[in-house]
């Protein structure tokens, strides 16, 4: 179970912009929906429920953490996804706009310090950074007063299913056929015709590409949750970094294995990089508990602040490591949503964190973390 302690309820660990690209053909589409899963698996972290001893009809975090180690293997010290990343530093300068939705203190005070990481979304610390097409952000507000806010986003615009039990069949989809050592290659392209819902990610999948930066990315909350002003009163709300310069956007991954962290120190070594925090304020109509549903055009979006990154951190000796990026670790005037999947988030990401955090000893030297 995930301890709910003070600040946060959970402990502190520290302890679509650019050109058009022309859709895939039906050979490469099948391809791309074959290996997709690997994606999927790594999007969101481990999901499960919050509580509980395993039955047939419950899921738990240790089922769904051992499954993610079945299929990606086990690299001891790191995250079992979201593993290859790189720690940044910074702040967040707020704009004044949500001051009327929301009491928390990161949105009332001009500057709160950020400790964020930018990941590649896969189950291996050495997989190739054009391996997959999505890149995360995860970050930390730490306010004046002790609480934070910390949420993990995704450069896509929704999740492929809407409930923990269905992630779970589709890593079980992915996973080695003890025959073949490998995927039954049916499978996964099963599991999307049997689940209707997938149908707007697997949209977005057919012309998404490996980008050539992190910085260039829009990185989306995907999950709902609520801003709660001083008298209690809840708008239900998404939430995206958006960067502010467009100057690289829609390029493709260059050659090579290892290029986002290399373009991302050098980016930061001309100045800071800039991402404007767009909040959506949902209709009462807008479903706030299914995270494969997107909320029409239209919907009134608030500029929040801007976060300013400074500097990056190797992931092994830097500020991100040791935190866990819970999504339900939230200040006063936040509030998770009943979306299953958040619940399920914050308990698998416990697991994973005490498998990791126990295995400290075994990672590799900083300077060979980029290849084992």
């Not at 481990?46 to 769904?64: C, E, I, N």
């Not at 500057?111 to 950074?129: I, K």
């Not at 991100?320 to 299953?340: H, K, M, Q, T």
């Not at 295995?359 to 973390?369: C, D, G, N, W, Y």
């Amino acid at each position: 179970m995930v301890d709910r302690s003070s600040p946060n309820r959970s402990p502190d660990t520290s302890p679509p912009g650019g050109p058009q690209r022309p859709p895939l053909g039906a050979a490469s589409l099948l391809v791309r929906l074959t290996g997709i899963a690997v994606v999927v698996a790594a999007v969101a972290g481990a999901f499960a429920y919050v509580h509980g001893s395993f039955d047939p009809q419950r899921l738990t975090p240790k089922a769904l953490v051992d499954v993610l180690e079945k299929n990606n293997g086990i690299h001891p010290g790191f995250r079992r996804n979201h593993a290859k990343g790189v720690c940044v530093i910074g702040r967040f300068e707020s704009s004044g706009e949500a001051r009327a939705f929301s009491a928390a203190q990161v949105f009332n005070e001009p500057v709160t310090p950020v400790v964020g990481r930018f990941a590649l979304p896969a189950g291996s610390p050495y997989a190739p950074d054009g391996s997959v097409p999505i890149r995360s952000l995860a970050l930390r507000f730490k306010q004046a007063n002790g609480q934070q806010w910390r949420t993990g986003m995704n450069s896509m615009p929704v999740f492929p299913v809407g409930t923990p039990e269905a992630f779970y069949q589709l890593l079980q989809a992915q996973s080695p056929d003890p025959a073949t050592g490998k995927p039954d290659p049916s499978k996964v392209p099963a599991f999307f015709a049997s689940h209707p819902e997938t149908v707007p990610f697997l949209t977005w999948v057919k012309t998404a590409k490996p980008s050539a930066s992190y910085a260039t990315e829009t990185y989306n909350s995907v999950n709902a949750f609520y801003l709660v002003d001083a008298a209690g009163k809840k708008q239900a709300v998404r939430w995206s970094m958006a960067p502010q310069a467009q100057d690289a956007a829609g390029a493709s991954a260059p050659e090579g294995a290892d290029f986002l962290e290399k373009d991302l120190v050098q980016r930061l070594a001309a100045g800071p990089l800039r991402f404007q925090l767009n909040i959506t304020l949902a209709d009462p109509a807008d479903p706030v508990n299914d995270a494969s549903k997107a909320w029409p055009a239209g919907r009134k979006v608030l500029n929040a602040g801007t976060l300013v990154l400074e500097k990056t951190q190797p992931q092994l000796s830097g500020e991100c490591r040791d935190i866990n990026y819970d999504p339900l670790v939230l200040p006063a005037g936040i509030e998770g949503s009943d979306d299953p999947l958040l619940a399920a988030r914050s308990a698998g990401y416990a697991n994973s964190y005490l498998r990791r955090t126990s295995e400290v000893s075994q990672l590799p030297a900083t300077r060979q973390e980029a290849r084992p």
